[in-house]
């Protein structure tokens, strides 16, 4: 395997065309942040922890974690999420923000409680290198500790594609197919339809995280098929509706066979 080092099409994506932490924090994407901050939480135990957001881009997720108490180091290899990271959280305590690779962590075994690995396995396209992530993430755990991943499902594009009218357009449809049938994800016609990447099969999430030696707990349907309905957008302002839309995901969070319908998947594990 290769030293560990950033495809630049992906660096370009990220420090050029795109905020993921303001795409997150919008409309009815923040389905996904609310979902993932109430899963995330519910299986933290008692704090204060030592938490390590790896790819953990501008900090979205780190500045829940602080704000709950816990001490968070964020890595990212990105320079310009690290240094947004570092300018609007640095002034906390207990919080670091460095430029690193999930497959390469400069940091001591078991010298965490918790690992999230909420970015390398989106865009770690080989596998060995996405298994190489989830062992350096168990190796950095203390005993008992816990590790999340999250990954994109393989039918990501279809789903959307066809929700939003995409699936027309032949360009469009050309990349579907290709995602469809490895998760290899690749956009060289320079449109917006997202960067290098690769799209998990539930089932493949599961085999890849047990082959690191992850003691699995639970793979997670984040936003369910509300995921696959931009036309809820619409409503998500609404308190009320906002809430019903919420419990609607959650309803149906373990149900295998709707697991690959909404757009991003959560594995929760533990190192034994």
Excluded: C
């Excluded at 089932?203 to 936003?223: C, H, K, N, S």
Aim: proline share 5%.
């Amino acid at each position: 395997m290769d030293d560990p080092k950033l495809d630049p099409e992906i660096d370009r994506y990220y420090s050029r065309e795109w905020d993921e932490d303001a795409r997150i924090r919008s409309g009815l994407n923040q389905l996904e942040f609310i979902r993932t901050r109430e899963i995330v939480r519910r299986f933290l135990p008692e704090g204060p922890l030592r938490i390590l957001d790896v790819g953990g881009g501008g900090g979205v997720h780190s500045e829940w974690l602080l704000a709950d108490g816990h001490a968070v180091t964020l890595i990212d290899p990105v320079e310009r999420h690290v240094a947004e990271a570092g300018a609007s959280l640095g002034h906390n305590d207990g919080f670091a923000a460095e430029l690193g690779d999930g497959r390469s962590l400069l940091h001591p075994d078991g010298s965490f409680d918790v690992v999230l690995l909420f970015g390398p396995l989106y865009h770690l396209t080989d596998r060995a290198d996405r298994i190489q992530a989830w062992q350096e993430g168990v190796r950095v755990l203390r005993p008992g500790g816990l590790i999340y991943g999250a990954a994109i499902s393989r039918f990501a594009s279809l789903v959307s594609g066809m929700s939003e009218g995409m699936i027309f357009d032949d360009a469009f449809r050309g990349l579907v197919t290709q995602d469809l049938k490895d998760g290899q994800h690749r956009n060289p016609i320079g449109r917006d339809f997202f960067t290098t990447a690769f799209f998990h099969h539930p089932y493949e999430m599961r085999e890849e995280a047990a082959e690191a030696g992850v003691d699995i707990t639970a793979p997670l349907g984040v936003e369910g098929v509300a995921g696959a309905m931009p036309h809820l957008g619409e409503h998500w302002q609404d308190e009320r509706k906002r809430k019903i839309i919420i419990d609607a995901a959650r309803a149906i969070e373990t149900e295998l066979t709707l697991l690959g319908l909404g757009p991003h998947l959560l594995l929760v594990g533990r190192k034994s």
